[in-house]
């Protein structure tokens, strides 16, 4: 067993020991609250992680997520219980050892990502090596290797304030994947960013893990997400751990109302929409752009067709490669008279209706917002995947 | 019963003697550390004295070749251009060699000032105790009229530089304490957390983080400090300190509006080249 946290209690503002005492007499959280001033971070919380595994806690805001996670590397110091890694009890470590096990067995990704601003890419995720006491070159070579692994190639001069929130957090994971431990704990990482990123980043961590050897706490608060990357997932509500299980026992078998409540309203909720189910687009052509620049647009991304943006981005229409080639064999130069209309899709649109939308069409699918904008592109394979997905 | 409301009446009209106790308090310190005292007054005056050989040393021309070049390149060329006039106009009218003495006291006064400042600073964001403390003995430090420990610093430390020295430090201290305090107590909490989680000891969250974090902060502390220090000038001549302030004290006495005048620009044309060198980017 990798990680053992056992009958672990954090309690806030309290004198700790008289509050456990009324917790395990029955008495809620709001009523210690009520009668004592002090806030009830965990209670009586204990679950086991394996070796190499992705175990992802979740509940809502204030469930004491973020608490439980952090009193693995004691960041929060637990009121009572133990926690046990890798055969060793971390509540019997004295600072030092504690500060040597946490470089030897932590890296940590945050969900305002954490970075220093004064420091480039580079220097932040060389961060945890540096404070390893390792030498220069040897840091800034791993530091590279991890800074490669995300993707972030090139950057490593940059400040992080040069970069967008899903680089950002991408800087936060090799600096925990730097640092080269056995654990990673990760603090509602992707909360802060935008769907399409949250998905490229979650996609991202899926693909590091095939290759990585680490075991993952991950934290979260939305059941799709940990529904995606958990092996099995942990269901916390006021403190306590709810329900802990793979996807089949969350879905099919709560164990008390609140999991089935929180399962089902997500299962409601999770009529899909195009916003859930659109990509990127790989490339998009503009008014003004040649023919030529749109073959080689297509050409270089193996697009069969292309959405064109006029003024200030806003979606003209799609053109296509056969299109395209006709023209140019007629040595025509102007692309605005290929330019073909296609059905569009709203962000809200539910996958049941983009269906009836693209099922006679070739080209994908423009998702527009209010202004006209191209939010993202929908393929046919999607939507069908999406809804076989659903009917099951 | 009349007895009890006659000593109240006694109590609320007999003065406190307040300044009879600051008096004692500061001859027992003359009295029984004179030793000590004596040591750290030399202490500042050889700094002082070491500085001031170190400026006089090269010719005037010289030095404010290096001061252009040192705002070429802190700031660039505009500035450098500025610091070569603003300096060549002081040597121009002959304060060239108060404004030495100076440099040489305002150096000394700012490193000291510095010395302690910042560490105080770095205590005090992590002591609960230091900065109650602290509080206020800088406000005091920062609102009692500086004549009023001219006189403790002239029987501590005799008429000179050193003197000067110690009534600036009193004087331009508080800004560093407070700003480095207030960089420190700034710097985003999770940014210290994601050091301890990677394992960091208490110098390196100190070096890594917070300081690197408190840096535009204690710069400004820096900058305040040495415009404070400047501010003194005068006030440091009345207990024998030399440099820009005598002329403008004795052209005070000898109603000299032309000396005055020179002087005062001397003391303008520094405060300003140093400001803009040590000052945040505009």
Redesign the interface.
Known sequence: MKIKAENLYKIFDGKGQKEIEMLKSGKSKDDILEKTGATVGINNASFEVEEGEIFVIMGLSGSGKSTLLRTL?R?VEPTAGSVEIDNTNIMDLNKDQL??????K???V?Q?F?L????TVLENAE??L???GMDKDKRREKAMTALKQVGLEGYEDQKPDQLSGGMQQRVGLA?ALA?DTDIL?MDEPFSALDPLIKKDMQDKLLDLYEHIDKTIIFITHDLDEALKLGDRIAIMKDGEIVQVGNHEEILTNAENDYVAEFVQDVNRSRVLTAEDIMDKPEAVLYQQDGLRTALHKMRHNELGSIFVLGKNRRYRGIVTIEDVVESLNKDKENLTEIIKEVPIAQPEESVNDLFSKIADINTPLPVLDENKKLKGIIVKTHVVANLAAENV | MVIIINSIIELFTTKIPLGNWVENLVNFLINNFSGPLNTFSSLIESIVGGVEVVLAFPHPLVLIAIFAAAAWKLKGKRLAVFVALGLGLVLNIEMWDPLVITLASIITSVLVALVIGIPVGIIKAHNKWVDLITRPILDFMQTIPPFVYLIPALMFFGLGNVSGVIATVVFAIAPPIRLTYLGIKQV?E??E?????????WW?ILF??EL??A?PSIMMGINQCIMLSLSMVVIAAMIGAGGLGKPVLRSLNVVDIGLGFEAGLGVVIIAMVLDRMFGRDS
């Not at chain 1, 500060?99 to 030897?104: D, L």
């Not at chain 2, 957390?193 to 000891?201: D, K, P, V």
Request: net charge neutral; glycine share 12%; no cysteine.
């Open positions: 590397n960041l500060r040597e096990f946490r470089k030897e932590f890296g940590m945050f305002n954490a220093f601003p004064y420091r961060f945890g540096e404070i390893q600096r640092v704990l | 985003d999770e940014l957390e994601a050091g301890h989680a990677f394992g960091a000891n390196q890594k983080i690197p974090g840096m």
